[in-house]
């Protein structure tokens, strides 16, 4: 079975540049996850997806940040414009279709973005 | 509010000695609790759960935790550390009964030395 796949692994751009982020998680998995981890922290939810719904979107800084799931597969984050304070790495993940607290979150590998 | 604590930000080990990794809770509420690990450029894996049931729980590469409800922990150990073994180790919570929203604690480096 693949795993949650995610592009590009590393990206460095200057403050005030855009980047976007890709996501394909792993097949019949309805939720789809974003966190930031920055650093020395854990990772930081910032939007969940049931589908191409958005469940929780609490902790993404919207003045900056957007995120879709047009067809309920495949899943972009956008930042647009970037600050110093966005360098981390963006991880991915996807649970089952139900999306519970019970479920395993599987992670794809992340992308790291330095922000110059 | 939930919250994790992971009391130790780093520990060093020797390769075939015990270890354990300290991660505290703190909830109003029944929460549900999970440790992963993180190797170096890799996403997290998931090492093992408690949803409920026996407090002891066994996971994956000889790892297992145990749920102590009294004293908010949830510890992870292993017999006989590898080298294999270094890596990023994360505890989370997530409260139970809900859609699955992780708050993960701020990670403890695991370095095993020969």
């Known amino acids: 079975e693949a795993g949650v796949a995610q592009s590009p692994r590393y990206k460095i751009i200057e403050k005030r540049q855009s980047v976007a982020f890709w996501c394909n998680p792993i097949s019949g998995h309805a939720t789809l996850y974003w966190y930031q981890q920055i650093l020395g922290q854990g990772p930081k939810l910032l939007i969940q997806?049931?589908?191409?719904?958005?469940?929780?979107d609490s902790q993404l800084p919207k003045d900056r940040f957007s995120a879709e799931r047009l067809k309920g597969v495949d899943s972009t984050l956008k930042i647009q414009p970037a600050k110093l304070e966005d360098s981390a790495v963006y991880l991915c993940?996807?649970?089952?279709?139900?999306?519970?607290?019970?479920?395993?979150?599987?992670f794809g590998p992340g992308t790291r973005l330095t922000v110059l | 509010a939930q919250s994790v604590t992971q009391l130790d930000s780093q520990v060093p080990v020797f390769e075939e000695a015990p270890v354990e990794l300290r991660c505290n809770y703190s909830s109003s509420v029944s929460v549900y609790l999970f440790w992963y690990v993180q190797y170096p450029n890799q996403g997290l894996q998931l090492l093992l759960k408690y949803l409920s049931g026996s407090t002891l729980v066994k996971g994956i590469n000889g790892f297992e935790a145990e749920f102590n409800k009294s004293q908010t922990s949830f510890h992870l150990r292993k017999p006989s550390v590898h080298i294999s073994d270094t890596a990023e180790y994360f505890c989370a919570s997530v409260r139970a009964g809900t859609a699955s929203k992780l708050t993960f604690g701020t990670g403890t480096r695991l370095q095993v030395t020969l």
């Open positions: 993940a996807s649970s089952t279709y139900r999306g519970r607290s019970t479920d395993t979150q599987y």
């Open positions: 997806f049931q589908n191409n719904g958005v469940v929780d």
